[in-house]
């Protein structure tokens, strides 16, 4: 083999070796900025969970201040307060509604499922107003289990809700009491067996 042919050989060699230096060069940035990339990512997602913690904490706020201000609405001789509890199990949260009386947690069913119904209620209301749904409650004997004692409270909440917020609410009942907070109030009937229904306007 002659000295030109090593010289080839060993130029070529060299250009490899150049070669393979620069594409080493070239990875070891790219390693670099790809660092720099997940460092940043890592940063911005613990920045929008922290957001996100924030804004599901104030939404939860809102509506134990809304809940809580319709048990004490109705229930006025009471120390109702709606609590909400957020827990996170398998890195997801959590929201076990309680409720409480002076600081106590428990079951009221000396209400007769009275708080319940008025939490209820209150939650659907959160639930339309945050989708943007069609201000309007159609509402069949909602209210059955309220104890008679706390009606006119509940028929007052009801007006206060609708007027505040722009809600109509057609509340279908056979309890009187809630006539007195009614903007209109309707009784249908049927006089006579097989005929149609008759709607009389009281107010």
Not at 130 to 144: G, I, S, V, Y
Not at 172 to 184: I, L, M, N, R, Y
């Amino acid at each position: 083999m002659s000295v030109a042919d090593l010289q080839r050989r060993a130029d070529k060699v060299d250009g490899f070796y150049r070669s393979l230096k620069t594409r080493e060069s070239d990875l070891s940035t790219e390693i670099a900025t790809t660092k720099e990339e997940i460092e940043v990512l890592t940063k911005a997602s613990a920045v929008l969970k922290h957001l996100l913690d924030i804004m599901v904490k104030d939404e939860i706020s809102r509506m134990a201040t809304l809940v809580t201000y319709g048990l004490k609405t109705v229930f006025d001789d009471q120390d109702l307060t709606f609590v909400p509890v957020i827990t996170k199990k398998n890195e997801r949260m959590h929201i076990d509604l309680k409720t409480s009386n002076h600081g106590l947690e428990g079951d009221y069913d000396s209400y007769g499922g009275s708080v319940a119904v008025i939490e209820s209620f209150l939650l659907r209301i959160l639930c339309m107003l945050k989708k943007n749904l069609a201000r309007f409650m159609l509402l069949d004997e909602t209210f059955a289990a309220v104890g008679s004692e706390y009606i006119n409270n509940t028929g007052k909440l009801l007006s206060e809700l609708s007027k505040k917020l722009g809600i109509d609410i057609l509340l279908v009942t056979h309890q009187k009491e809630f006539q007195e907070s009614a903007d209109h109030v309707y009784r249908v009937s049927q006089p006579v067996p097989g005929a149609g229904l008759a709607m009389d306007k009281l107010k």
